[in-house]
DNA sequence: CGCAGTTAGTGTACCGGAGATACTATCCAT
DNA sequence: ATGGATAGTATCTCCGGTACACTAACTGCG
């Protein structure tokens, strides 16, 4: 599936070319009015707007006053163009100087939750596979140059890396849910408030789920309305896996 | 979207309704024949055959010889079926006893992992929400419990929670797809070797990426075959945040 | 200058999936 | 037995992704 544009480098797959940018932009024939950079633009306008369920390629083609089957000659399936939109989100890493490895994590956690506060359905896309794209990439270094100095070893670095970005995601994503359950928009609210909070501590007996009982009667899955625990939480999650990442320096370097 | 039908306890919408088994069994009209579970069964042996992407109405019902249509009675919805299957999947949490919680949530990861591994497509299945089905509940109340005895506070050991189970999905996830890249299937062997492994380190140039650049050099994303380095990476991405656990444990009781 | 070859965008048609609706079949309680 | 409730079916619509064959636009060569 998804066809074979030629590109600069003779090993290089094409969805990898085009997610690098390596087309050779040919020189003859019919000159391209469209081309990657649109159709993604196009692409993440309307995930903006209207989610990544929202994303079809009618409506990308139409935002940008083309036929649907004219995005393949640009992207070769939609996998792709999510993928492509996808790094495209993400942006280039900033570049980034901490005194300490534990400052310049905290720092890179708070860019990339801002890169997805941008766009919210990031977390929506299906990890389909390790970093691909030129940016994913970009984030990665810069992540590996903030732990440079700790003595880790590169593996150890690399496991450091898929911890934290995983809490990272896993964290935004759970924070995006819980938002979407209080969202009070008219009608649905009486929806809302018998909503799964509710719905839930009413199930949790706490004679089958003592602990869990405990948490929902709590309201620890409600946030009130006023203050935002959010940040708090996130870092709070950040520190505890720093803790641990402290130790295994401490460890290396005794 | 998703009919409503009366169930048991009144305030329960009909989905979570049917995620707990609480239908009141009609006693009058015609009885069924189909029911939630066999449903959800017939769907469970298709993704395990084929996938999630291979799970469809129309082969579920086929399997279980009715029409597509017949479903909707019983599952309300595409994703709904999902969330049925994935509840079903995971499985009830087993009963654990440790001698210290860190045993106990290496035995929980175990035990999840283990689940995971039955049921490969689970990690495709999105993450919509908080747990919502009686088994998630029930492995959530197993970390929960045991964390029982740290005197951590209800908030902290969720968060604990949420950090630990993320780090296991994900952990599976990367699992999957490296081993998906490296299965060798006569024809596609030729396009494997110069896979993704080796395509990323010619695209990641040490100058743009110096540190990713050093990963991918040392080929630390291909996996040699005969060791299988997947359970001590997982284990010490595992103990890398236990280390932060325990941090936070001391600090409290300290 | 104009034609040959190349590349970009279009039209159309297909496959397959989700789901709405209206139907028929079946069975219970009265 | 029969009427009301429930289970399963037959069809139909909508829509998304994609293959394929076409037309349109342009370039460089002869």
């Not at 990308?60 to 495209?88: C, I, N, P, W």
């Not at 990339?112 to 970009?138: C, K, M, Q, S, T």
């Not at 994503?173 to 928009?185: D, F, L, S, V």
């Amino acid at each position: 599936m998804g066809h074979n544009k030629p590109s600069t480098a003779g090993e290089v797959p094409a969805d990898l070319a085009r997610l690098w940018r390596l087309s050779a932009s040919a020189r003859r024939g019919r000159p391209a009015e469209l081309d990657v950079d649109r159709v993604v633009g196009a692409a993440v306008d309307l995930a903006d707007r209207e989610g990544l369920d929202g994303v079809t390629l009618q409506k990308v083609a139409q935002a940008l006053g083309f036929t649907k089957m004219s995005l393949y000659r640009h992207v070769g399936s939609k996998e792709e163009l999510v993928e492509l939109m996808a790094d495209h989100a993400t942006g280039s890493a900033p570049g980034l100087d901490a005194d300490s490895w534990r400052d310049g994590v905290h720092w890179w956690a708070a860019a990339i939750r801002a890169r997805y506060a941008e766009h919210p359905w990031l977390v929506e896309v299906p990890v389909v596979g390790p970093p691909r794209g030129p940016n994913a990439i970009g984030w990665m270094d810069a992540f590996l140059r903030v732990l440079c100095d700790t003595g880790l070893d590169p593996g150890t670095k690399a496991g450091v890396l898929v911890v934290v970005s995983g809490y990272v995601r896993n964290a935004i994503q759970q924070g995006r849910q819980m938002a979407e359950g209080r969202r009070g928009t008219g009608l649905s609210q009486a929806d809302n408030e018998q909503n799964y909070g509710r719905a839930l501590a009413a199930l949790v007996h706490p004679e089958r789920f003592p602990e869990a009982a405990l948490l929902f009667k709590a309201g620890a899955f409600e946030t009130e309305p006023g203050e935002n625990p959010e940040d708090q939480d996130f870092v709070f999650g950040l520190d505890l896996i720093l803790d641990g990442v402290e130790a295994a320096i401490a460890r290396i370097n005794r």
